[in-house]
């Protein structure tokens, strides 16, 4: 059962760094899915940014919060 909280620990920093890396280096391929567009049309590109930056901030937060419950 503590492995399974590993992976997941390790998933959610890898989801997390994928969208902080995604906004500061603005990737379009990142942008231009369905859900990156929808963002988009909500808040322009430098607000979906800022709002993928926050979203993978939250995340780091959740996997470390995982992994520090597991010790």
Not at 11 to 40: H, R
Request: net charge positive; aromatic share 20%; hydrophobic share 60%.
């Amino acid at each position: 059962m503590i492995i399974s909280k590993y992976i997941i620990s390790f998933f959610f920093a890898c989801l997390g760094t994928l969208s902080i890396c995604a906004a500061i280096a603005n990737w379009n391929w990142f942008f231009n899915t369905n859900n990156g567009k929808i963002f988009v049309r909500l808040f322009k590109r430098t607000g979906a940014r800022i709002f993928y930056i926050i979203l993978g901030t939250l995340i780091w937060i959740m996997a470390i919060s995982v992994y520090i419950e597991i010790n």
